[in-house]
């Protein structure tokens, strides 16, 4: 399973950017994804978690870091298997690698993978 996640730079406050998070050799159909971010010295955080979804539906529940709530909005193309963040009005709070976890659902254990993250940096 690979997972390659792109879309980082450097913005100024206020910018927009969209994150997306590329997924192949994942075997099983239905998955949940967290987008999760590291600032530097700080400890990795959640930022969204998108659940009750799998790759031949559309629908999809998330829940989103409050700070966050409002200007993130997570999506995804499962013909393309990636998921997206698209991320508006960034704050400078809102630095650090961002990070794709996928995880399977409904599998005798749980089958979690991480990718290398992606540097999203908002300063003036």
């Known amino acids: 399973v690979q997972i390659v996640e792109s879309g980082g730079g450097s913005v100024q406050p206020g910018a927009s950017l969209r994150l997306s998070c590329v997924i192949s050799?994942?075997?099983?159909?239905?998955?949940?994804l967290r987008w999760y971010r590291q600032a530097p010295g700080k400890e990795r955080e959640l930022v969204v978690h998108?659940?009750?979804?799998?790759?031949?539906?559309?629908?999809?529940?998330?829940v989103y870091e409050d700070s966050v709530k409002g200007r993130f909005a997570a999506d995804k193309d499962n013909a393309k298997k990636t998921m997206y963040l698209q991320m508006n009005d960034l704050k400078p709070e809102d630095t650090g690698r961002y990070y794709c976890?996928?995880?399977?659902?409904?599998?005798?254990?749980?089958?979690?993978?991480w990718g290398q993250g992606t540097q999203v940096t908002v300063s003036s």
């Open positions: 976890n996928l995880y399977s659902v409904g599998t005798v254990q749980e089958n979690n993978y």
């Open positions: 050799g994942f075997p099983w159909n239905r998955y949940g």
């Open positions: 998108m659940f009750n979804t799998d790759f031949t539906s559309a629908g999809f529940s998330t």
